[in-house]
């Protein structure tokens, strides 16, 4: 009678992560990228919430008293917060025109 499923050979299925053959290798990059920009985000939020709180905490003395959260938020909102988008598309326009500029010489 054959067996409907065998459990010790799916347990000893070795699926290769990682590897270049790795079908899901891409869209595991794909996914890492897209939850480090949303991190960098919430953290640029979080700080410009902090900031604010601050401000209204500290009134008049704000400048003296939220340095730090200033800082921290101007630091935060400085970061590339994605790889692609416009500035990616200008630099593979430039990039285009420079190899075709050197193949056309």
């Known amino acids: 009678m054959p067996k409907a499923f065998d459990p ?15 079908v899901l290798a891409p869209a595991n990059i794909r996914e890492k990228k897209a939850k480090d ?7 640029a939020r979080h ?14 003395n704000h400048k003296d008293n939220c340095k730090e959260f200033a800082q921290a ?5 400085q970061q ?6 416009a500035g990616a598309l200008k630099a593979n326009a430039a990039n285009r025109q ?4 050197e193949s056309e010489h």
């Not at 010790?8 to 790795?22: K, L, M, T």
């Not at 920009?37 to 953290?43: D, T, V």
């Not at 938020?73 to 909102?77: G, Q, T, V, W």
């Not at 590339?80 to 988008?85: A, K, L, R, V, Y």
């Open 98 to 101: 420079k190899h075709q500029a």
């Open 73 to 77: 938020y101007f630091e935060a909102i």
């Open 47 to 60: 700080l410009r919430h902090l900031l604010r709180e601050c401000y209204r905490r500290e009134g008049v």
């Open 37 to 43: 920009a949303w991190l960098k985000i919430m953290n």
């Open 8 to 22: 010790i050979g799916a347990a000893n299925f070795d699926f290769p992560i990682g590897s270049e053959n790795d």
């Open 80 to 85: 590339p917060m994605f790889t692609g988008g």
